[in-house]
């Protein structure tokens, strides 16, 4: 199993790359630009007021004072966006690629189970996500001291947490539907609806009552950024995280073992 996880890693070691490269500018520009509109906060929060609806679409707090504009620029919606596109892809791809290539049944040739297959492929692709993550973490981290944010370092790092417990959900989603059977392209069209649609119905509940039960079974409900970066967060949520890439994970590895891959 450890081979698999090797291999695939070295496989995909320039997307790896230049995952990492594409998101280490992106969060030192977004948050190099904060200081060129630090002493106009007050007066851009009130030219840019937009309504609560929209407000809420981008994490529901102001855009330009330290925590707003982290949230809203970064932690809410682009760095989530970003990483949900690498674990998608990932998801469909890890085993899905094998498949529709060809190359999955000189894998199963060798001495492994189809189980170990499916659980070093997931290893590998969860490997991938924290590695991006980790340093789209740490560049956030170093530029929030650069540019002296003021929000604790502790709330900062536990967001990227937060994100990358929410991008897994997604993965870990496609990577389902992947395993079971379904092409690349319905697995990767149903995963992505998923995660964007989630991300409106969530973001809308403020404004729009009745989308506040349906939200429950979207992960987006459970991301409070704003909450996360104040120190107030109900850390019980994550839970939901958690239990739905597990649970994804087991439906995976009991499905792609009864399948009949040839």
């Known amino acids: 199993m450890g081979a698999i996880i090797r291999w695939t890693l070295w496989q995909r070691r320039w997307s790896i790359f230049w995952w990492s490269l594409g998101v280490t500018v992106l969060v030192a520009f977004t948050l190099a630009f904060y200081p060129t509109i630090r002493d106009q906060a007050a007066q851009l929060n009130q030219s840019f007021d937009l309504g609560s609806s929209t407000e809420a679409l981008f994490g529901g707090t102001d855009f330009f004072s330290p925590l707003g504009y982290l949230n809203s620029q970064l932690i809410y919606f682009t760095l989530p966006l970003l ?11 890890l085993v899905g690629r094998e498949e529709s290539s060809g190359t999955l049944e000189s894998l199963l040739a060798r001495p492994i189970s189809r189980g170990h297959l499916v659980i ?15 340093i789209a973490s740490l560049v956030t981290l170093l530029m929030c001291r650069i540019v002296n944010l003021g929000i604790p370092i502790v709330n900062v790092a536990a967001a990227c947490f937060a994100c990358f417990m929410l991008v897994l959900t997604f993965g870990a989603a496609a990577f389902l539907l992947t395993a079971t059977g379904r092409g690349r392209v319905a697995a990767l069209g149903i995963a992505v609806v998923y995660a964007i649609g989630g991300y409106l119905v969530s973001s809308l509940t403020s404004s729009v009552h009745w989308l506040q039960k349906p939200s429950l079974i979207f992960p987006y409900h459970y991301y ?29 590895w009991l499905s792609f073992r009864r399948r009949d891959i040839a």
């Open 224 to 252: 409070r950024t704003a909450d996360i970066l104040s120190g107030t967060f109900d850390w019980s949520s994550i839970v939901f995280f958690a239990l739905f890439t597990f649970v994804c994970g087991i439906l995976a």
């Open 120 to 134: 070093a492929k997931a290893l590998a692709g969860i490997g991938i996500v924290l590695l991006v993550t980790l």
């Open 83 to 93: 990483l949900a596109i690498l674990a998608i892809g990932l998801g469909t791809s």
